[in-house]
């Protein structure tokens, strides 16, 4: 008596998406349905996901939920691309179908924009509109001038020995004059010696 073995049918109708959201821009997540026909049992099922610009069917990457899980994540995609997604369910007799076909596009890549390493000051290290600090002519001591902070405007301040100009800031607002010159006092001058000693007057 000959023995009669039965292969196991496979799936017809592919599972349904219901439900398809970008994450991030490089990750998607899908949930779907399955309505068994004549109580086939099932496996697993494929999800077959490309570019929607290509046309090529070798394109297409395949991921494998196994079980009676009805959701996955994929998570290798580009930002700002548009897919294809279909699915398909099998078992020991082979695929069913593919099921509905969605078209799901990926977030926008973020940059990051770098800060600088120094917070908001610039090279220098100094914040925005920061005056520098005064400081005097060179050659000559700090009590021989009045050097006084007013503002960033300059305007030149007579010395005690009245032979040159020094200059501090102003706060107000600078005037249209012309330039101030220190008197010589003749009585101060001292005339060089050909020999380059001094000549008392």
């Not at 399955?34 to 697993?44: D, E, F, H, K, L």
């Not at 305007?155 to 040159?164: A, E, F, G």
Request: net charge negative; charged share 20%.
């Amino acid at each position: 008596m000959a023995v009669q073995c039965s292969e196991e049918p496979r799936p017809v109708d592919g599972p349904y998406i219901t439900y398809n959201e970008a994450i991030n821009e490089t990750a998607i997540i899908l949930k779907w349905t399955y309505a068994s026909v004549n109580n086939t049992p099932i496996y697993g099922f494929y999800i077959f996901y490309r570019p929607t610009d290509s046309d090529n069917d070798s394109d297409y990457k395949k991921a494998v939920v196994e079980g009676d899980r009805y959701w996955h994540s994929i998570t290798d995609l580009q930002p700002e691309t548009a897919y294809d997604i279909k699915m398909q369910c099998f078992n020991e007799g082979g695929e069913s179908e593919f099921g509905n076909v969605v078209i799901l596009e990926t977030k926008v890549g973020t940059q990051k924009t770098g800060c600088p390493s120094n917070g908001d000051f610039p090279a220098n290290g100094k914040p925005p509109h920061q005056l520098p600090a005064p400081h005097c002519l060179p050659g000559f001591h700090q009590e021989e001038m009045d050097c006084d902070m007013e503002s960033d405007t300059l305007l030149p301040q007579h010395m005690s020995n009245r032979h040159l100009p020094v200059y501090h800031y102003s706060t107000s607002a600078p005037e249209h004059r012309g330039p101030e010159f220190c008197p010589a006092d003749d009585s101060s001058l001292q005339l060089l010696h050909s020999s380059h000693q001094p000549i008392s007057v």
